[in-house]
DNA sequence: GACTGACGTCAGCATGGACTGATACTGTCA
DNA sequence: TGACAGTATCAGTCCATGCTGACGTCAGTC
């Protein structure tokens, strides 16, 4: 069942960069001069994207001298990718059992 | 590993309103009444985001006299289910080696 | 203490996307 | 055959969003 916080979810990692971030991120723990490299955005940009996604929970930081490490919490993405799975399985039975509404 | 066409599908799922629809009809395939009735969305709002989801791939039509039934493929939420399932675990193995890129 | 690097914040701008009203087309019925 | 229901398309409007440049703050170095 998705909930609000799901819909949230999903319009954060609608956007190529931060879906791009979030991809990089599940790899490995990166700082902001990392992500940059990797993504070829300019610093600023990056920050702003960075803080949607702190501000909806699915990284946090971790200073490191004068750099800030950022990491992502997999339990957000796990509960993500179970909400698409348990729409995938309804979608699947849905389709195999051919449950159709009558006309009105 | 997510893909381009993964996405277009996450940019198509953003809107809430076209994420109730598809949750809509994983549930049971139904009609265009049937929608607006579901979602309180004005009907030509309503075939502007089915449109979009028919031109991703998402759903499929199905005439029934002068009604539109719409269909949820399966496949297409199963393949994102499964990506985000591919991107879950890896955040979770990196969070448990504590993968981390050494400083610039 | 001055300087530099790292990075976060903010205002301004451009544009893509969502909604609406109008309208056209198709199917059904009396 | 005309009226009506169902639904798709389109143009116009508005605003949310993404990017940029400028700049401020903090940590590290000399």
Redesign the interface.
């Known amino acids: 069942?998705?909930t609000s916080v799901d819909?949230d979810l999903?319009?954060v990692?609608?956007d190529?960069l931060r879906?791009q971030i979030?991809?990089l991120?599940?790899?490995?723990?990166?700082?902001t001069?990392?992500l940059v490299?990797e993504t070829g955005a300019r610093q600023t940009n990056l920050s702003n994207h960075l803080k949607v996604l702190r501000e909806a929970g699915v990284v946090e930081t971790e200073p490191?001298?004068r750099?800030t490490?950022y990491?992502?919490r997999?339990e957000v993405?796990?509960s993500?990718?179970g909400s698409?799975?348990d729409?995938?399985a309804?979608?699947?039975a849905?389709?195999e059992n051919?449950?159709?509404?009558a006309?009105?």
């Not at 991120?25 to 700082?31: G, I, K, Q, V």
């Not at 051919?98 to 509404?101: D, F, G, I, V």
């Open positions: 069942m998705l819909t999903i319009r990692l609608a190529p879906l979030v991809s991120l599940a790899r490995e723990t990166l700082c001069t990392h490299e490191c001298g750099f490490y990491r992502l997999p993405i796990e993500l990718a698409f799975a729409l995938a309804t979608a699947r849905t389709a051919n449950t159709k509404r006309c009105p």
